[in-house]
């Protein structure tokens, strides 16, 4: 087709592809994809600056545009099943009737550990994740990165076509140079090949790589990955081999966090805050609760669930640590850190539950702390109790530090000719001394296969689409090495290939589909009888029963003494974000716009620091400052946050992505740029400049005292036992009958009603993101957000009480709440919100005129208007995301929480097919359903016996602003803490 | 029916009319700044000026047409602005034309003849900018019909139970009420333009317009029963309007809204900036027009002594409003109270004390009252003063409701002042027209004000 | 003499007075006179002349107070059945009929249909909008809406005559008297 030279227009190759169909289809769009004219277009359609998303207009202008672009319109058109036979979650598959989703079994790897999940399909389209009830590591829960996977599915920035030098290639054409590249190598035996990964867990693809490297003994594989590198050497570091931690907070009396946030992200996590939970909340007459320290360098939600928290410089950490490790191994503590109550409460409690008790360490901690916490847990003899090793989950666990200093050196030696970089981001990830950037370069050729054009992609000359872990057969563990078989769930959306496509064209077999790799090699591992029975069970299942890593048996030593790095006036330590991570989700929307627990802040990291440290370096709120660590410098916005060591400057990792995409793009500043490999969690020497002028940040909360209102009734676990109805004795509510308008309206049927235990949450705001997911919520972008408009039906207000410097921090999810006197309503003039026969506070989207006047008259402020048109109707890929049962909402009406009505009402419908009643457990709300700690529940109070009717008995339960005479069908459960009496109030 | 009250200070300030007019005179020189007057230079550039600003009315609709209410600089928690409190602003001012020509004639205040013409005028149009946000302010205004109660094959019906349906009624209501009022007015002031004209096509609209009137002593006889009727009517409606749009914030459970004290502190508050608008408009006139002998000390005397009794009981709002935040223990009408006098917004809520409350009591003194320039001034503040309540009440109640987790800032638009101006060009705009085609002054009115107008002197003579 | 079956060829007779007084004393005597059909034209209301010509019509308020209960019952009846019956939803627990919650809207219903029919029954009363009026063929009446006072005794009075009327009204001291052509 080569007459086709001139310029496209969209018209012109939507016709050519709309004359090509099937198979020719894709034929076609090679032809098209190779000549001179589709260049100019794809770049005409794809600007490389993108950071029009923060500006929301400008986001919505440049997504007319890109919604219409050739990939989107052209390939989405043709979304199919994979033609592999992939197994439904339900037990009949024929019995898909449109309109009524499936359930798949799959995983979502984040960082390396898949988080097992069932996903939500619509007509073949992943719509929702929800955690796969019967694995372990979820138990129907999931964090925030994999309940944002959907969107990032269908991020329309994804790399959409095979790149040569910028100019759009066929995935033959590359095959073929790629083969003759390898084949060149085959004499040296591949000592020109050089192939960077993230940390490898698949067994497949460590399989696959074990295979490479027999057909080439030469290559070298390297790992980089953005986190996780002091858990690993930790445990060499103490045990002298690699080990996987495995934590039974279930079993635990007393836990110690090292700067850890267990709860809030990292290995585990999900399965870690529901056993937390467990030994926190208070139902059913349980009056024990499990007490929890936490030494923090920078407040997370973790450590805001503390009973106890001390605010610790980073600097400071080794010592508090290595001076705690020598307290609880019977020796003894020096230094003034072990003179505080604190330390001395919690050596006592820790030794007085020998066996019942953690000590957990940070991600973002050295591999000296984690060394540290191992030899403790072994001294309180919690190996083999609370605390499992088994054996590691990465398939070639190594330093990974090393791994790249290695590289570098390859690359300046000139050794490497053939460079493949599958997945990660190093060049934006690896702390900037080991500039790859810049050396990367000197590998002659270099092959990126990616998700995004990224930051890696951009110095690479091959750049082949990454398949979304929706739209390929893996496999991986989760935390405890329980293995999940991943099935996809759509046809690779931009003809991506998969990081088993990659490793197999080093074979003989190039063109082998990663289904069939995937299930040879666990055939070959199978043993006893019928195969195909196990394996349609386990790809049924979405995980393998049983198959979590065997424990290993491994003796921790004191680890030797490093030289501890002398404190400063001013540090900073660096955390791994909650959502975004190391930015590998920082183009996904939902996680901008998710506020972070503590600091409130969306899309945007911030410099964080204490009030008292702002008041000396007089500095305010969003003021622009320059943060210098020998020479190399950054520049951030303040944000003050109580609870922040003073003297310490926290700043999160993930942020300031150059090439990340229309959200990730420009969000940010980019902290890694401070690191070195050397001291990568915390940097001492910091110089502050204040640059003298704003950047403002986007919060979603701006007052944080309760102004003796208390919205959290709260008090110590000492408190309830003397007096169980001390919730009740805060505010009275009215009679029922105090009313000018007395009514008799009744709900006979059902009566839905919500009670959340704010003892059990932890403000981890993986149910907001559910619920964006669920609900169709629209990203509102920064701007809008900065006048406070954004639109999350359900929010996570966050507290603090007690010490100003160092306050205990409560965490409160508020959506509608579903008044039975609803303010809302009476106020609205056209009856576009009114309840219905179940109690339900329903909100009518097509009468709604948008006067506003019942989000004025809401007390608790949970309406949301669509004050512009936040809702994107042209990007087609995001449309398929959509959830078809949830009305997608335009500009100008208001919206709110609707208890999942579309879940209710199909349970209401299943239930009435079979001529019953809904049974307690079936409507679960997106909510409840992902919430880790098992925070909320739901169902029909008029049944007595159901779980919510048992919790609204519960003597902590009370109504938010109950005394409003509102009727909120939505209660709450006092949170309650556990305090050490010896400690007192320096909490 | 009409006697002129005495006045103690009748001597100082004169009559309500100079004695020197008869029927004839009143007559061509309140017709003939009608039908004789030339255009002058004067009245285009003001005409043109409101006009100019008119047209940001125009294009801030047209680009919330377009957009979307966003544009404005409304949020949750703010969720009402500069809309709705221009739209109390404007109504307040519509309330003085009513009370002087509804109220004041039952109260048989004859010196309000000379002035209530103009003041109704004012009055309509007031109400037809403040009818304009309610629907403006909407998110999805081209269905703000869906608040009239119509019949539909939908089946539905607008909710009565919320005050903004009340709004709808009250305001259609008082606009039409208050129209046919002035019309009928108007109706033998037309006649006599009609007879009075000289050019065909002004003795045919304004014969149109008459509609045959022809001062039929059988007529006047109805015509005066009618007018008093509607007299007796318009008053309640007038306050009844205000009541109403306090029942927004009344009605509601938001600290600051939620006060038993809103009704009768609005419709005092909407006198008090109608009578400060009504001078900020006759002072000027009367001076362009020559009409000091028609429109006399007298008036703007009693119009001074309205604007600073209503002051006191605006006053007595503020300090009850505080008094019961402060008597009520309730921890978050204490809270509001205190926000407002010392939270961000402090400078809105002092500078309209300063406005409302310091700035009316040089009206205590004769002279000042007699001064049109100082008179013409301290209306200005008090304009400004009545506009920035209603800001305090919107803004600071709403910024800072219940949950403090949900407490906001809100700061108006470039938008938001282009629809404000905008209706101040449209209002502006529609008084430049009304004084040069209709008489600004009641011409049958004024006659009965003549001493030769009286039955048993006449017959003295 | 004419039959009264055919049609006057006038209208009737005009007297002009200057001053309200003579008005008010002539209406008195013509009407003392037996006349009937005679009307009285001023620039503005003269209330003694209802005495004088005796005008009691108290219809408009008669109407007006039927409009406006016709209001207050039709305002508050939509309410009601709108909320109740049209389509009945529970609206933030209250009842179907909130009375309180409805006495606004009646409130402004009444005025509203009470204020227009007093308006319209009196403009309809006066025989307005009527295009075209005999009074207005004579030369001076301009001026009853300016200055000057008028009085009219028609033709289709029984007792009009048009020399002895002619005479009857000098009789009252006219600034002068015209002959109104139909």
Same mark, same amino acid.
């Given at each position: 087709m080569t007459e086709q030279s001139d310029s496209l227009n969209l018209e012109s190759v939507q016709k050519r592809l709309a004359q090509a169909t099937g198979k020719s289809y894709w034929r076609s769009l090679d032809e098209l994809f190779s000549t001179a004219g589709f260049q100019e277009f794809l770049h005409r359609e794809f600007p490389r600056q993108a950071a029009e998303w923060i500006d929301d207009d400008g986001r919505r202008n440049f997504l007319k545009i890109m919604g219409a672009s050739l990939a989107l319109a052209g390939l989405t058109g043709c979304v199919k099943q994979p033609v592999e036979y992939v197994m439904p979650y339900v037990e009949e598959p024929e019995k898909l009737l449109a309109g009524k989703p499936v359930f798949y079994a799959s995983g979502y790897p984040v960082a390396g550990l898949v988080s097992p999940i069932l996903v939500e399909t619509h007509d073949f389209r992943p719509t929702k994740v929800e955690g796969n009830p019967e694995h372990p590591a979820s138990l129907g829960a999931t964090d925030v990165p994999t309940q944002a996977s959907v969107l990032g599915l269908y991020d329309p920035d994804r790399l959409q076509a095979v790149t040569y030098l910028d100019e759009a290639r066929s995935y033959s054409s590359f095959m073929l140079s790629f083969l003759t590249a390898l084949s060149q190598q085959r004499a040296s035996a591949g000592a020109g090949i050089c192939i960077l990964t993230e940390t490898v867990t698949s067994p497949t693809l460590g399989a696959q790589m074990q295979e490479v490297l027999k057909q080439f003994p030469a290559a070298k594989w390297y790992q980089w990955d953005g986190q996780g590198h002091g858990r690993r050497s930790g445990a060499e570091l103490a045990f002298g081999q690699y080990v996987n931690p495995v934590y039974k907070f279930d079993q635990a009396d007393v836990v110690f966090s090292i700067d850890g946030n267990f709860l809030g992200s990292g290995p585990g996590t999900v399965r870690y805050a529901r056993d937390f939970a467990s030994r926190r909340v208070l139902r059913g007459g349980v009056t024990t609760q499990s007490r929890f320290y936490a030494v923090e360098a920078s407040p997370t939600s973790t450590g805001s669930k503390s009973d106890h928290r001390l605010p610790l410089k980073p600097s400071q950490i080794p010592v508090f640590t290595r001076a705690l490790a020598a307290a609880v191994s019977g020796g003894q503590a020096s230094g003034e850190v072990s003179t505080s109550k604190f330390f001395q409460a919690a050596v006592k409690d820790l030794l007085a539950a020998k066996g019942k008790s953690i000590v957990i360490a940070g991600e973002d901690q050295s591999a000296e702390i984690h060394a540290l916490v191992h030899f403790m847990n072994q001294a309180l003899e919690n190996h083999g109790k609370t605390v499992l090793l088994t054996a590691p989950l990465e398939q070639k666990a190594t330093d990974q530090y090393a791994d790249l200093k290695a590289l570098v050196a390859d690359l300046n030696g000139g050794k490497v000719d053939l460079l493949l970089i599958i997945g990660g981001n190093p060049v934006f990830t690896a702390p900037a001394e080991f500039n790859l950037r810049g050396n990367f370069q000197k590998a002659k050729t270099r092959v990126r296969l990616g998700l995004y054009e990224d930051e890696t992609a951009e110095v690479c000359q091959w750049r082949i689409p990454e398949t979304h872990p929706f739209e390929q057969w893996s496999d991986g563990p989760a935390y405890d090495g329980t293995m999940s078989i991943m099935q996809p769930l759509i046809a690779p959306l931009y003809g991506g290939k998969s990081a088993h496509n990659m490793l197999a064209a080093f074979t003989d077999t190039p063109e082998k589909p990663d289904y069939l790799l995937v299930r040879e090699y666990w055939q070959s591992k199978h043993t006893g009888a019928d195969f195909e029975a196990w394996w349609k069970r386990a790809v049924h299942d979405g995980f393998v029963k049983g198959s979590a890593a065997a424990e290993v048996t491994a003796t921790a030593k004191m680890p030797a003494a490093e030289a501890a790095v002398a404190g400063s006036a001013m540090e900073v330590s660096f955390h791994t974000d909650p959502y975004v991570l190391d930015g590998r989700y920082a183009n996904n929307a939902w996680l901008q716009e998710l506020p972070r627990p503590v600091t409130r802040l969306t899309w945007d990291n911030a410099v964080v620091m204490s009030e008292k440290t702002a008041r000396d370096l007089d500095l305010k709120d969003e003021d622009r400052v320059e943060l210098a660590v020998n020479g190399r410098s950054v520049w951030g916005s303040v944000w003050r946050v109580p609870g922040q060591p003073d003297g310490t400057v926290g700043v999160s990792l993930g942020y300031g992505r150059t090439r990340a995409g229309r959200a990730g793009t420009g969000a940010g500043f980019n902290a890694n740029l401070l690191r070195s490999a050397s001291s990568p969690t915390f940097a001492t020497g910091v110089k502050l400049k204040n640059l003298g002028e704003k950047f403002p940040l986007a919060a979603v909360q701006?007052?944080?005292?309760?102004?003796?209102?208390?919205?959290?009734?709260?008090?110590?676990?000492?408190?309830?036992?003397?007096?169980?109805?001390?919730?009740?004795?805060?505010?009275?509510?009215?009679?029922?009958?105090?009313?000018?308008? $007395?009514?008799?309206?009744?709900?006979?049927?059902?009566?839905?009603?919500?009670?959340?235990?704010?003892?059990?949450?932890?403000?981890?705001?993986?149910?907001?993101?559910?619920?964006?997911?669920?609900?169709?919520?629209?990203?509102v972008g920064k701007g809008q957000v900065l006048n406070t408009r954004e639109m999350h039906w359900l929010r996570i207000d966050r507290y603090y009480s007690g010490d100003a410097a160092n306050p205990r921090a409560h965490f409160q999810p508020v959506g509608c709440q579903h008044c039975e006197n609803a303010p809302c309503e009476i106020v609205c003039p056209v009856a576009a919100t009114v309840h219905d026969a179940e109690g339900l506070n329903n909100m009518v989207y097509n009468r709604c005129v948008g006067t506003r006047y019942c989000s004025n008259n809401c007390p608790y402020k949970v309406r949301r208007f669509n004050f512009l048109l936040y809702t994107d109707w042209d990007t087609e890929s995001l449309k398929l995301q959509r959830n078809p049962d949830v009305t997608v909402r335009s500009r100008g009406v208001m919206e709110k929480c609707s208890f999942c009505v579309q879940r209710i009402n199909y349970a209401k419908i299943m239930a009435e097919k079979e001529d019953r009643r809904v049974k307690d457990g079936e409507v679960i709300t997106a909510c409840q359903a992902t919430c880790p700690a098992d925070a909320i529940a739901f169902g029909d109070l008029n049944d007595p016996e159901s779980?919510?009717?048992?919790?609204?008995?519960?003597?902590?339960?009370?109504?938010?602003?109950?005394?409003?005479?509102?009727?909120?069908?939505?209660?709450?459960?006092?949170?309650?803490?556990? $305090?050490?009496?010896?400690?007192?109030?320096?909490? | 029916m009409s006697q002129?009250?005495?006045? $103690?200070?009748?001597?100082?300030?004169?009559?309500?009319?100079?004695?020197?007019?008869?029927?004839?005179?009143?007559?061509?020189?309140?017709?003939?700044?009608?039908?004789?007057?030339?255009?002058?230079?004067?009245?285009?550039?003001?005409?043109?000026?409101?006009?100019?600003?008119?047209?940001?009315?125009?294009?801030?609709?047209?680009?919330?047409?377009?957009?979307g209410v966003g544009i404005w600089g409304i949020n949750i928690p703010v969720g009402w602005g500069f809309a709705i409190i221009n739209f109390v602003w404007w109504i307040g001012i519509g309330h003085a034309g009513t009370l002087i020509s509804a109220i004041l004639l039952l109260l048989n205040q004859s010196w309000r003849n000379a002035i209530n013409r103009f003041a109704e005028a004012m009055t309509l149009f007031a109400v037809m900018c403040a009818g304009m946000f309610p629907v403006l302010h909407t998110g999805r205004p081209w269905l703000a019909y869906w608040l009239l109660p119509y019949p539909n094959t939908m089946w539905l019906w607008p909710q009565f139970r919320s005050p903004l349906a009340w709004d709808v009624f009250a305001v259609t209501t008082y606009l039409i009420i208050s129209a046919v009022f002035w019309f009928v007015g108007l109706l033998p002031d037309l006649a006599t333009l009609r007879d009075s004209s000289k050019k065909d096509w002004q003795?045919?609209?304004?014969?149109?317009?008459?509609?045959?009137?022809?001062?039929?002593?059988?007529?006047?006889?109805?015509?005066?029963?009618?007018?008093?009727?509607?007299?007796?009517?318009?008053?309640?409606?007038?306050?009844?309007?205000?009541?109403?749009v306090s029942f927004d914030f009344a009605v509601s459970l938001i600290p600051g809204w939620h006060t038993t004290i809103f009704p009768p502190y609005f419709v005092a508050g909407a006198i008090y900036s109608g009578f400060a608008m009504v001078l900020t408009l006759m002072i000027p006139v009367r001076k362009f027009y020559g009409l000091d002998d028609i429109i006399t000390l007298r008036h703007l005397n009693n119009m001074a002594k309205v604007t600073l009794a209503t002051a006191l009981i605006v006053a007595y709002g503020y300090i009850m409003e505080a008094f019961f935040s402060y008597f009520s223990a309730d921890k978050y009408e204490k809270f509001m109270i205190w926000n407002r006098m010392t939270g961000p917004y402090w400078w809105a809520y002092w500078t309209l004390i300063l406005c409302n409350i310091i700035t009316p009591q040089f009206l205590w003194s004769k002279k000042i009252r007699t001064s049109p320039g100082i008179l013409w001034v301290i209306s200005i503040v008090v304009n400004i003063g009545m506009w920035l309540e209603r800001f305090v009440i919107v803004v600071t109640s709403l910024h800072r409701d219940f949950l403090p987790s949900s407490w906001g800032m809100y700061a108006p638009t470039v938008w938001d002042w282009a629809t404000y101006v905008g209706t101040l060009g449209l209002f502006m705009f529609l008084i430049f027209l009304f004084v040069r085609v209709l008489p600004m002054i009641t011409i049958f009115e004024l006659r009965m004000l003549l001493p030769g107008a009286r039955v048993k002197e006449s017959v003295a003579r | 003499m004419h039959s009264t079956a055919e049609v006057h060829p006038l209208y009737g007779l005009m007297a002009e007075f200057e001053t309200p007084g003579q008005l008010v004393e002539a209406a008195r005597t013509t009407r003392l006179a037996g006349f009937r059909n005679f009307d009285a034209y001023t620039p503005y209301p003269v209330h003694e002349l209802d005495d004088a010509m005796d005008l009691h019509d108290n219809r408009v308020s008669t109407m007006t107070f039927i409009g406006a209960v016709m209001g207050a019952i039709g305002g508050f009846g939509l309410l009601a059945w709108a909320s109740a019956y049209a389509w009945p939803l529970n609206v933030g627990g209250r009842p179907l009929i909130s009375v309180s919650m409805f006495i606004p809207i009646t409130f402004e219903c009444t005025i509203l249909l009470g204020g227009l029919t007093a308006a319209i029954s009196m403009i309809l009363m006066n025989g307005l909008p009527s295009p075209y009026h005999p009074v207005f063929n004579v030369e001076r009446f301009v001026n009853a809406s300016r200055s000057k006072f008028f009085l009219c005794i028609e033709s289709a009075d029984p007792k009009f005559d048009l020399d002895r009327t002619a005479a009857f009204l000098e009789s009252l001291g006219p600034e002068e008297i015209a002959e109104v052509a139909r």
């Amino acid at each position: 087709m080569t007459e086709q030279s001139d310029s496209l227009n969209l018209e012109s190759v939507q016709k050519r592809l709309a004359q090509a169909t099937g198979k020719s289809y894709w034929r076609s769009l090679d032809e098209l994809f190779s000549t001179a004219g589709f260049q100019e277009f794809l770049h005409r359609e794809f600007p490389r600056q993108a950071a029009e998303w923060i500006d929301d207009d400008g986001r919505r202008n440049f997504l007319k545009i890109m919604g219409a672009s050739l990939a989107l319109a052209g390939l989405t058109g043709c979304v199919k099943q994979p033609v592999e036979y992939v197994m439904p979650y339900v037990e009949e598959p024929e019995k898909l009737l449109a309109g009524k989703p499936v359930f798949y079994a799959s995983g979502y790897p984040v960082a390396g550990l898949v988080s097992p999940i069932l996903v939500e399909t619509h007509d073949f389209r992943p719509t929702k994740v929800e955690g796969n009830p019967e694995h372990p590591a979820s138990l129907g829960a999931t964090d925030v990165p994999t309940q944002a996977s959907v969107l990032g599915l269908y991020d329309p920035d994804r790399l959409q076509a095979v790149t040569y030098l910028d100019e759009a290639r066929s995935y033959s054409s590359f095959m073929l140079s790629f083969l003759t590249a390898l084949s060149q190598q085959r004499a040296s035996a591949g000592a020109g090949i050089c192939i960077l990964t993230e940390t490898v867990t698949s067994p497949t693809l460590g399989a696959q790589m074990q295979e490479v490297l027999k057909q080439f003994p030469a290559a070298k594989w390297y790992q980089w990955d953005g986190q996780g590198h002091g858990r690993r050497s930790g445990a060499e570091l103490a045990f002298g081999q690699y080990v996987n931690p495995v934590y039974k907070f279930d079993q635990a009396d007393v836990v110690f966090s090292i700067d850890g946030n267990f709860l809030g992200s990292g290995p585990g996590t999900v399965r870690y805050a529901r056993d937390f939970a467990s030994r926190r909340v208070l139902r059913g007459g349980v009056t024990t609760q499990s007490r929890f320290y936490a030494v923090e360098a920078s407040p997370t939600s973790t450590g805001s669930k503390s009973d106890h928290r001390l605010p610790l410089k980073p600097s400071q950490i080794p010592v508090f640590t290595r001076a705690l490790a020598a307290a609880v191994s019977g020796g003894q503590a020096s230094g003034e850190v072990s003179t505080s109550k604190f330390f001395q409460a919690a050596v006592k409690d820790l030794l007085a539950a020998k066996g019942k008790s953690i000590v957990i360490a940070g991600e973002d901690q050295s591999a000296e702390i984690h060394a540290l916490v191992h030899f403790m847990n072994q001294a309180l003899e919690n190996h083999g109790k609370t605390v499992l090793l088994t054996a590691p989950l990465e398939q070639k666990a190594t330093d990974q530090y090393a791994d790249l200093k290695a590289l570098v050196a390859d690359l300046n030696g000139g050794k490497v000719d053939l460079l493949l970089i599958i997945g990660g981001n190093p060049v934006f990830t690896a702390p900037a001394e080991f500039n790859l950037r810049g050396n990367f370069q000197k590998a002659k050729t270099r092959v990126r296969l990616g998700l995004y054009e990224d930051e890696t992609a951009e110095v690479c000359q091959w750049r082949i689409p990454e398949t979304h872990p929706f739209e390929q057969w893996s496999d991986g563990p989760a935390y405890d090495g329980t293995m999940s078989i991943m099935q996809p769930l759509i046809a690779p959306l931009y003809g991506g290939k998969s990081a088993h496509n990659m490793l197999a064209a080093f074979t003989d077999t190039p063109e082998k589909p990663d289904y069939l790799l995937v299930r040879e090699y666990w055939q070959s591992k199978h043993t006893g009888a019928d195969f195909e029975a196990w394996w349609k069970r386990a790809v049924h299942d979405g995980f393998v029963k049983g198959s979590a890593a065997a424990e290993v048996t491994a003796t921790a030593k004191m680890p030797a003494a490093e030289a501890a790095v002398a404190g400063s006036a001013m540090e900073v330590s660096f955390h791994t974000d909650p959502y975004v991570l190391d930015g590998r989700y920082a183009n996904n929307a939902w996680l901008q716009e998710l506020p972070r627990p503590v600091t409130r802040l969306t899309w945007d990291n911030a410099v964080v620091m204490s009030e008292k440290t702002a008041r000396d370096l007089d500095l305010k709120d969003e003021d622009r400052v320059e943060l210098a660590v020998n020479g190399r410098s950054v520049w951030g916005s303040v944000w003050r946050v109580p609870g922040q060591p003073d003297g310490t400057v926290g700043v999160s990792l993930g942020y300031g992505r150059t090439r990340a995409g229309r959200a990730g793009t420009g969000a940010g500043f980019n902290a890694n740029l401070l690191r070195s490999a050397s001291s990568p969690t915390f940097a001492t020497g910091v110089k502050l400049k204040n640059l003298g002028e704003k950047f403002p940040l986007a919060a979603v909360q701006h007052h944080f005292l309760m102004e003796g209102r208390a919205p959290v009734r709260e008090g110590t676990l000492a408190e309830y036992i003397k007096d169980p109805l001390f919730v009740q004795k805060e505010t009275e509510t009215p009679p029922a009958g105090l009313t000018i308008l $007395p009514s008799d309206w009744q709900y006979k049927g059902y009566a839905w009603g919500m009670a959340i235990d704010l003892t059990a949450c932890n403000g981890c705001n993986a149910c907001v993101v559910a619920c964006q997911a669920e609900n169709n919520i629209a990203v509102v972008g920064k701007g809008q957000v900065l006048n406070t408009r954004e639109m999350h039906w359900l929010r996570i207000d966050r507290y603090y009480s007690g010490d100003a410097a160092n306050p205990r921090a409560h965490f409160q999810p508020v959506g509608c709440q579903h008044c039975e006197n609803a303010p809302c309503e009476i106020v609205c003039p056209v009856a576009a919100t009114v309840h219905d026969a179940e109690g339900l506070n329903n909100m009518v989207y097509n009468r709604c005129v948008g006067t506003r006047y019942c989000s004025n008259n809401c007390p608790y402020k949970v309406r949301r208007f669509n004050f512009l048109l936040y809702t994107d109707w042209d990007t087609e890929s995001l449309k398929l995301q959509r959830n078809p049962d949830v009305t997608v909402r335009s500009r100008g009406v208001m919206e709110k929480c609707s208890f999942c009505v579309q879940r209710i009402n199909y349970a209401k419908i299943m239930a009435e097919k079979e001529d019953r009643r809904v049974k307690d457990g079936e409507v679960i709300t997106a909510c409840q359903a992902t919430c880790p700690a098992d925070a909320i529940a739901f169902g029909d109070l008029n049944d007595p016996e159901s779980k919510v009717s048992k919790w609204k008995r519960e003597q902590l339960n009370y109504s938010l602003l109950g005394e409003l005479n509102t009727r909120p069908r939505v209660t709450y459960l006092a949170e309650i803490r556990n $305090p050490n009496p010896a400690v007192g109030e320096e909490s | 029916m009409s006697q002129p009250v005495e006045l $103690p200070d009748k001597i100082y300030v004169g009559p309500v009319i100079d004695e020197q007019h008869t029927l004839a005179s009143i007559s061509d020189k309140v017709g003939g700044v009608v039908l004789r007057r030339k255009i002058t230079l004067g009245w285009t550039f003001g005409l043109l000026l409101s006009f100019a600003a008119l047209q940001g009315l125009a294009g801030a609709a047209t680009l919330l047409f377009v957009k979307g209410v966003g544009i404005w600089g409304i949020n949750i928690p703010v969720g009402w602005g500069f809309a709705i409190i221009n739209f109390v602003w404007w109504i307040g001012i519509g309330h003085a034309g009513t009370l002087i020509s509804a109220i004041l004639l039952l109260l048989n205040q004859s010196w309000r003849n000379a002035i209530n013409r103009f003041a109704e005028a004012m009055t309509l149009f007031a109400v037809m900018c403040a009818g304009m946000f309610p629907v403006l302010h909407t998110g999805r205004p081209w269905l703000a019909y869906w608040l009239l109660p119509y019949p539909n094959t939908m089946w539905l019906w607008p909710q009565f139970r919320s005050p903004l349906a009340w709004d709808v009624f009250a305001v259609t209501t008082y606009l039409i009420i208050s129209a046919v009022f002035w019309f009928v007015g108007l109706l033998p002031d037309l006649a006599t333009l009609r007879d009075s004209s000289k050019k065909d096509w002004q003795k045919r609209t304004y014969g149109i317009l008459a509609m045959g009137w022809r001062n039929s002593a059988r007529h006047w006889q109805r015509y005066e029963k009618a007018s008093l009727l509607l007299a007796g009517m318009a008053t309640p409606l007038v306050v009844s309007v205000h009541t109403v749009v306090s029942f927004d914030f009344a009605v509601s459970l938001i600290p600051g809204w939620h006060t038993t004290i809103f009704p009768p502190y609005f419709v005092a508050g909407a006198i008090y900036s109608g009578f400060a608008m009504v001078l900020t408009l006759m002072i000027p006139v009367r001076k362009f027009y020559g009409l000091d002998d028609i429109i006399t000390l007298r008036h703007l005397n009693n119009m001074a002594k309205v604007t600073l009794a209503t002051a006191l009981i605006v006053a007595y709002g503020y300090i009850m409003e505080a008094f019961f935040s402060y008597f009520s223990a309730d921890k978050y009408e204490k809270f509001m109270i205190w926000n407002r006098m010392t939270g961000p917004y402090w400078w809105a809520y002092w500078t309209l004390i300063l406005c409302n409350i310091i700035t009316p009591q040089f009206l205590w003194s004769k002279k000042i009252r007699t001064s049109p320039g100082i008179l013409w001034v301290i209306s200005i503040v008090v304009n400004i003063g009545m506009w920035l309540e209603r800001f305090v009440i919107v803004v600071t109640s709403l910024h800072r409701d219940f949950l403090p987790s949900s407490w906001g800032m809100y700061a108006p638009t470039v938008w938001d002042w282009a629809t404000y101006v905008g209706t101040l060009g449209l209002f502006m705009f529609l008084i430049f027209l009304f004084v040069r085609v209709l008489p600004m002054i009641t011409i049958f009115e004024l006659r009965m004000l003549l001493p030769g107008a009286r039955v048993k002197e006449s017959v003295a003579r | 003499m004419h039959s009264t079956a055919e049609v006057h060829p006038l209208y009737g007779l005009m007297a002009e007075f200057e001053t309200p007084g003579q008005l008010v004393e002539a209406a008195r005597t013509t009407r003392l006179a037996g006349f009937r059909n005679f009307d009285a034209y001023t620039p503005y209301p003269v209330h003694e002349l209802d005495d004088a010509m005796d005008l009691h019509d108290n219809r408009v308020s008669t109407m007006t107070f039927i409009g406006a209960v016709m209001g207050a019952i039709g305002g508050f009846g939509l309410l009601a059945w709108a909320s109740a019956y049209a389509w009945p939803l529970n609206v933030g627990g209250r009842p179907l009929i909130s009375v309180s919650m409805f006495i606004p809207i009646t409130f402004e219903c009444t005025i509203l249909l009470g204020g227009l029919t007093a308006a319209i029954s009196m403009i309809l009363m006066n025989g307005l909008p009527s295009p075209y009026h005999p009074v207005f063929n004579v030369e001076r009446f301009v001026n009853a809406s300016r200055s000057k006072f008028f009085l009219c005794i028609e033709s289709a009075d029984p007792k009009f005559d048009l020399d002895r009327t002619a005479a009857f009204l000098e009789s009252l001291g006219p600034e002068e008297i015209a002959e109104v052509a139909r």
